[in-house]
Structures are given as C-alpha cells and as structure tokens.
C-alpha cells in the first residue's frame, strides 16, 4: 500500500486513566505560550502598515507608497530589506535559541524551558514599545525571537507528554488554536491603535507583554511532566504525577513503559548524533520536512502581511486591517474544527483535505491579481472583485487553520522516541525558523519580482506536501507517544531503515 496505515492500539493502548480536569487545565495554560508566536505574527504586519511607523523607522518606504498614488507598479511598493528585516529578525533569533532551549529542556525539565522564554519575550516587547531608533527596534525584535525559541521548542512537547493518547491530537492542537488567538488580538489592536494620532504602534508592540506575562506566570505553577522527572531521575515524583494526571492510582503499566524509554535515552550519549543513524531516518525526515512545507504554504505571505498585502490589493488603511482581523476570525474558528476532529479522523485526511484546498485557493488568487494587475503592476481591484479574493483567501485560511497550521507542530511533536526527543523538537523548530525568517525577509522583493506568479509558486509546493503526506506519513492517531516509534516497522517505505531486532513497544 503506498501511503501511511492507521496503527491499532495495543501496547500502551491498554493504560488505565481517565481524562482528567487536572491534565486539562495544565495543559490549556502550557498552550498560551502559543500567544507569544500568535501575537507577534499578527502585530507586525498591523505595525509594517502604520504611516507613522514607517515614517519614523522606513521613510523611503513610506514616500515611495505616497507617490504610487501619481503611478507606479503595486507589486513593488513596500519592497525594502530593512523592513523585511524588522519582521524577520525575530524568527533568526528563534532558529538560534531552539538549540539552547533543548540543552535547557533536558536538563531542567520543559516547564523551565517556558518560564526562560516568557521572561525573554517579556523584555523583548518593553524594548520593541519603548523604541527610539532602529537598532533598539531590531534588538528588541531578537529578543522576542529567543522568548519563542524557548516557547515553541518547549511546549508542544510538554503538550505532548501530559496528555493521555485519545487525547493527545486535541490538546497538542491547543497551541496552536493559541497562536491563532494571539494573531487575532493582534489584529484587533492594530485596527484600535491605527485610530490613535500618535504612538499607536507603540501601543501596538508593548502589549505584546501581556502574553509573555500569561505565560511566564502559568510556568511557574505548572507541574512537570512524567517524563521528564523520570528522565532526570525523580521517579517516585514523576510516578505521583502520573497518577494524578490520569486519575488512577493504577499506572504501573504506563509508568514501566516510561522507565524503559528513559533507560533506553540514556543508553544514548549523543542525541544529536544519534539522531543521524538510519533508524531514526523516518523521524528526522518528518522533522525537517513538515515545518518546511508547512511555511512553503505561504501562509505567512497572508499572516505576516496582511494588512501590506490588502493594501497592495487596494484596500485603504482601516480597511486592510479589518479585512485582517477578518482572516484572524477564520483562523481561530478553522482550528476548532482540527481540535474536535484530529483524534476522531486522524492527521492524514485534515492534511489532505486541508492540502487539496489551499492548491485551489492559491491559483484561483494568483490568477485573480493578474487578470487585474497583469505583470506590470497598474490596475486597481473593483470592490466585488476585491471581495471575492477576500473570501477565497479566508477560504485558503481556514483549510491552513485545520490542516498544516495546528498539524505541522502536532506530528513532529509526537514522532520522537525519548532519547532524541529534544533534540527532534529543535531540530522541528530551528527548521521552521529559518524558513519563517527567509520567507519573512524577501516575500516582498519575491512579490515585486515575481508578481502574481508568486501565488502559483507556493501553490506548486502545496501539491508537493500534499503527496508527501498521501504517501510518506503514516497515521498516528490514538498511539501512546513511548509507543509511536513502532508505526515506522509497518510502513511501505520507512521500514527499510528500522533494524530487525528493533523493540516495537518502545
């Protein structure tokens, strides 16, 4: 069969538990750190379309938009390095400070991780409010990008280990429904401030504190995972844990399952040069390729700048930002669809369908801006037809927000065995960090250069992941995470590279 296979139960399927308010709970308040990543996505394409913050840190950029009003290409307008540089300095950042974070998360558990992370952020935004010149503005960018290196490489893990198997696609999806929700305030404080006659941007970049203060304020109260106590030799700790979060005093299966996963991670003196060898082949590749597709969707052509992107579309500035906070809504409301589905249908078919959509959207959008612009960029958008590409474009979201989005920090998350797991989840984040920051920092010389054909170019890409998924990703839906690493044995392709005497259970 070419493609992924839906593992049945069996081993850890058979744990004793429940789903408990407690694991819930914890879970929901690690998820915030998803604010942090959602906030600053929304907020710096509100800020990037501000005429006073362009005045003040990119005037060229800000006159070369005013004089398009006496002709000139609407591709080209906002396409400056420096700008994109403000934007995707942070996400340079990130990709640095995954690796710290995953010495820091081992050794200190994941919720340390997390407290480190919203405190960085947290000085970040104080810096970034408080601006005078480009340089503090930039400084105060890289440290928000070390705050969700921690966040991102930290919490889907934490997610990921606190939650029982039936259960572990809805809340890991958490994080991301947190994003989501950080993108949408985003918008809706750009579209308040953009009302404001001075400092509105100011207003705009200091309140990304609030997240950072949600999150670093929940690490301090939330309990350590059972695997990690256990990794760091607190077994009595990490067995209470486990009782208490499963709500059964019975756990003994689990917790032996946890104990010969840790034993086995500790066999390994090098994580990151055993990740290398041939068994781990299926994860590694899962690893780099997943968070690279998934900026390959061009999503974050739509999220980083929106409101830059409706304006080049020819929107005026309240409307652009509106039409903002509009994706924003689809965005949230799309990735509740993922949390009730993930666990009931599994991660191929939302990735599949989800896959099928964007392909649609993403021509039907670039062939709309070239019947209207063509190559050289004259043309402005009747207000019908500006609205239908409004209206395929949230369409293009909400198939994201349900498939790629939540998903693409889901699986990674999940596919790990113990001994490389924190190394895996750098790996996944540094991955989606570096191609956030490339992405970030020529999407607009890409749209001046490559013009409407830049929509079919990430629209080329969406078909490649979508027969990545169909054939190279199998189901891990319902599979205890010790117990993942055995789908690989059974799977077309990836069994070639796990050895004969491999131990399915763990």
Known sequence: MAGGFAASGGGGGDYEGKVTAFVIMTCLVAATGGLLFGYDIGISGGVTSMDEFLLKFFPNVYHKEKNLKEGGSQYCKFNDHMLQLFTSS????????????????????????????????????VLNGAAMNLGVLILGRLLLGVGIGYANQSVPVYLSEMAPPKLRGALNVCFQMAVTL???????????????????????????????????????????????????????????????????????????????????????????????????????????????????????VIMFYAPVLFKTLGFGDGAALMTAVITGLVNVF?????????????????????????????????????????????????????????????????????????????????????????????????????????????????????????FFFFGGFVVIMTFFILFFLPETKGIPIEDVSRIWKSHWFWKKYMPADENTHV
């Open 90 to 125: 942070l996400y340079l950042a990130a990709l640095v400070a995954s690796f710290a974070a995953s010495i820091t998360t081992k050794a200190f558990g994941r919720k340390i991780s997390m407290l480190i992370g919203g405190l960085i952020f947290l000085i970040g935004a």
């Open 182 to 300: 950080g993108i949408l305030i985003a918008n809706l404080v750009n579209y308040g401030t953009s009302t404001m006659k001075k400092n509105g941007w100011r207003v705009s970049l200091v309140l990304a504190a609030v997240p950072a203060v949600i999150m670093t304020v929940g690490a301090v109260f939330l309990p350590d995972t059972p695997n990690s106590l256990i990794d760091r030799g607190q077994k009595e700790k990490a067995k209470t844990m486990l009782q208490k979060i499963r709500g059964t005093s019975n756990v003994d299966n689990e917790f032996e399952d946890l104990i010969i996963a840790s034993d086995m991670s500790k066999q390994v003196e090098s994580p990151w040069g055993n990740i290398m060898k041939p068994r781990y082949r299926p994860q590694l590749t899962v690893a780099v390729l997943v968070p690279f597709f998934q900026q390959l969707t061009g999503i974050n």
């Open 334 to 454: 799309a990735t509740l669809i993922s949390i009730f589905t993930v666990d009931r249908f599994g991660r191929r078919p939302l990735f599949l369908v989800g896959g099928t959509l964007m392909i649609i959207c993403q021509i039907a959008v670039g062939s709309i801006i070239a019947s209207v612009f063509g190559v050289d960029g004259l043309g402005t958008f009747s207000k019908g037809l500006g609205n239908i590409t409004v209206a395929i474009i949230c369409v293009y979201v909400a198939a994201f927000a349900w498939s790629w989005g939540p998903l693409g920090w889901l699986v990674p998350s999940e596919v790990f065995p113990m001994e490389i797991r924190s190394a895996g989840q750098s790996i996944n984040v540094s991955v989606n960090m570096f191609f956030t920051f490339i992405i970030g920092q020529i999407f607009l010389t890409m749209l001046c250069e490559m013009k409407f054909g830049l």
